[in-house]
């Protein structure tokens, strides 16, 4: 279910199905109360190798069957919930006010530790856009487009080319072969050689 009015590019744009039923029952009175006493908290990632929780969280190997378990870090961008103690005060209704000042006090740009945000692009070194590339698991020609728009809006960094993608293949084509129109790797012990494996055993 979409979040209204959520302005905030960091925040959860989303709520899952089961707490949307959760709170409808809540509201309706057919829960006496929800089960947790204070929401989750977002707050703006300021650094996202380090506190931020989308770049943190590895949900590898996460199923309906181990998700109890899982652990989640925990961050300074995000207050997790608080889950209701059977002695906790009951809210009669949904729309009453939990607290005022559930975010804390913000960073202040006179504090030591401060950090601010700065606004001044970062440009893609030739490195970085391999990265992006491989990750987005895009092909050659959609590798060279993205580049291509990424170099319209002056996000590359001066020794970044687009044309590199053009032949991003070269090395490896005296690995394959073509015949009647079907390409196949000829050379396999090779090719793993030359892509990081130390030894190759045909048998494995």
């Known amino acids: 279910m979409p979040l209204d009015k959520n302005e905030k590019s960091w925040a959860a744009s989303c709520v899952c199905k089961s707490c949307v039923e959760y709170l409808r029952l809540w509201k309706s009175g057919k829960r006496n109360a929800y089960k947790f006493e204070k929401p989750t908290i977002w707050r703006e990632a300021r650094n996202h190798l380090e506190n931020c929780y989308f770049c943190t969280v590895n949900v590898n190997g996460l199923n309906t069957k181990n998700r109890a378990k899982w652990q989640y870090p925990s961050t300074s961008c995000v207050q997790r919930p608080v889950k209701r103690s059977p002695d906790s005060l009951v809210l009669k209704n949904i729309s009453e006010p939990l607290e005022q000042d559930i975010e804390g006090p913000s960073p202040s740009q ?28 895009i092909s050659k020609l959609a590798s060279e487009l ?58 494995d």
């Not at 601010?116 to 070194?125: A, L, Q, R, T, V």
């Not at 991003?168 to 394959?176: A, N, S, T």
Request: with cysteine.
């Open 110 to 137: 006179n504090d030591a530790d401060f950090k601010g945000m700065s606004n001044e692009p970062k440009f893609f070194s030739q490195n970085e856009l391999d990265d992006l590339v491989r990750d987005l698991n």
């Open 146 to 203: 993205l580049a291509s728009r990424l170099k319209e809006k002056n996000l590359l960094s001066s020794e970044t080319k687009i044309s590199f993608y053009r032949e991003r293949d070269k090395e490896l084509r005296r690995y394959f072969s073509e015949e009647n129109g079907i390409t196949f790797c000829s050379d396999i012990k090779n090719l793993l050689i030359k892509m990081g494996l130390e030894q190759y055993e045909p048998k």
